[in-house]
C-alpha cells in the first residue's frame, strides 16, 4: 500500500504541475460549464492552422469578436472572413461545426478578369456562394456555414472533451482573443488529457 500511496501521490503532483503549465493557456470556470482558452493557445491554434492549410495566409482573433482570416485562392484571388465560431456538435467518428460570418466577405485581386468575375458575383448572386462549388460536406445558409470534419481532424477537441458522450454539442464564443466554449456538462482538470495538451503546445512538464 505504501508503493501505492506513493504512486499516487507523484501523478498528483504530476497533475498540480501540468495544471502550473497550463493556466496562461486554459481556464476551467465550472459553474458555468465552461472552458477558455486563453489568448496564447488561441494564437498558436491560429498559427497551426496557417502551417496547414494552404489556402490561409493569416488567421487571428480580432481586437473585439471573432476570428480574422485572409484567404488566397489559386494565386489570384484574396478573400477577407470575419467570422465566429458558434457551435460544434460532436459524433462518434465525425464532429459538425456551425460558423456565424460577421460581416460580408471581402475580395481582392490584381487580375482585371478576376475583377469582373467578382463584381458579377456580387450583382447577379447577391454575394452569396453557390452550394454547388463548395468542398463537400461544406453548406452555407444565409450568413451561417456548416461543416463536417472527422474527429481526428480537431485533436484538441478529443483532448479537452473526450469525456462528453456521441451528440453532445459545445457552444463557442471569441471575445477580445479568448475562445470560451461552454458544454453540457461540468468539466474538472482531471477530466482533460494534460499531458495531449502539453504535447501539442510542444511543451515538456520536467523542463
Not at 57 to 76: M, R, T, W, Y
Request: proline share 4%; aromatic share 8%; charged share 25%.
Amino acid at each position: 500500500m505504501g508503493l501505492l500511496n506513493k504512486i499516487a501521490g507523484n501523478l498528483q503532483q504530476s497533475g498540480k504541475l501540468i495544471q502550473t503549465l497550463l493556466k496562461d493557456y486554459i481556464a476551467i470556470i465550472p459553474e458555468s460549464k465552461e472552458l477558455v482558452l486563453k489568448q496564447k493557445i488561441v494564437v498558436f491554434l491560429c498559427q497551426k492552422a496557417e502551417y496547414r492549410v494552404e489556402q490561409i495566409k493569416s488567421l487571428q482573433p480580432d481586437a473585439e469578436e471573432g476570428l480574422i482570416a485572409l484567404l488566397e485562392v489559386n494565386k489570384k484571388i484574396q478573400a477577407k472572413l470575419h467570422f465566429m465560431p458558434e457551435k460544434i456538435t460532436l459524433y462518434e467518428d465525425y464532429l459538425e461545426g456551425e460558423i456565424r460570418l460577421l460581416n460580408p466577405p471581402k475580395f481582392e485581386t490584381e487580375s482585371i478578369i478576376y475583377r469582373y468575375l467578382i463584381s458579377g458575383w456580387q450583382i447577379f448572386l447577391g454575394g452569396k456562394i453557390p452550394n454547388g462549388v463548395l468542398p463537400e460536406k461544406v453548406r452555407i445558409e444565409k450568413d451561417r456555414v456548416f461543416y463536417q470534419l472527422p474527429r481526428q481532424e480537431l485533436r484538441l477537441i478529443d483532448i479537452l472533451f473526450h469525456t462528453l458522450e456521441n451528440n453532445s454539442a459545445l457552444e463557442i464564443n471569441v471575445k477580445q482573443g479568448e475562445l470560451k466554449i461552454k458544454s453540457s456538462a461540468v468539466l474538472n482538470w482531471s477530466d482533460l488529457k494534460l499531458e495531449n495538451i502539453l504535447q501539442l503546445l510542444g511543451k515538456n512538464p520536467d523542463s
